[in-house]
């Protein structure tokens, strides 16, 4: 038996591997963001997010394939995977982990599957689907790895959660500015409701962006309350979030259509100097 625990243990360490590999090639902003967190929580959000990442690839980028098959095959390979704690799949066993451990609610997952469903076959979205989307897309992810902030201290998460359904979002919106022109031409898909990307003039353009900034000016009062393991690499995140909205006010709305705005690497590691020095003189 503990010839068996042993190798099961060996196989969870690889399986962790690999979201860590899926991180570090998909995301080196996110990837510097967690490598700030706490050790004995930074794994377990190197997990939700490689499952975040791969399910959001099999809608997003495997075209060619049967996506819906892959999509409800993925779907039925989690479910068993959190009924069962164990998975042949090193992406989902790795998730698997980290949702028992830390006490993340199953409606968080089927919020999430259901908004990444949804790009299957939608195009465009009204307000109420827009909110929606944003809930499962991201809220949701925020409020996974708020859970594996607080360690499952279910009196801290109900005080953090408005902050950290606010930073999801404000990534998520982020993210749809920075991409509009790859959503569109690439998916043929808009997100912003009542704005087709022909319509994304500056007054457009301008509502989102104050949309985003209220949402980061309530996300960092929660952000200064984190225990301080995980406020660092938050805080790293949130500041890099920031400045690529910066970034994108500058550019006028005819760029967004041309070009993907991005962060500079050396202003990117000025971010994370600075974000440190603050951090670690409790200026945050």
Known sequence: MKKRNE??????DACLEMSKSVT??????FSKAIKGL????????????????????????FHG??????FDDLKQQTEQALATQFSTNPILHAFQKSYHDFG??????????????????????DESGYAEYIKGSAEVVGLMCLKVFVRGDQSQFERLKPAAIRLGAAFQKV??????REDFEQLG??????????EMNAEAKQQIELDIESDLAEAYKGIVQLPKDARFGVYLAYRYYKKLLIEIKKAPSSQLLKQRIRVAD????????SSYARHQFNLV
């Open 7 to 12: 190798r099961l243990d060996l196989y969870g």
């Open 24 to 29: 570090h090639l998909y995301s080196t902003s």
């Open 38 to 61: 706490g050790s004995d929580i930074r794994d377990a959000v190197y997990a939700i997010y490689g499952f975040v990442r791969l399910v959001d690839e099999v809608v997003d980028s």
């Open 65 to 70: 394939y049967d996506q819906r098959l892959m």
């Open 104 to 125: 993340i609610e199953k409606s968080y997952v089927d919020a999430f599957m259901h908004s990444m469903e949804r790009d299957l076959s939608q195009t465009e979205y």
């Open 175 to 180: 993210n749809f500015l920075r991409d509009i």
């Open 189 to 198: 898909r808009t997100y912003f409701p009542g704005t087709t990307i022909s």
């Open 266 to 273: 050396s202003r990117k590691a000025l971010l994370w100097a």
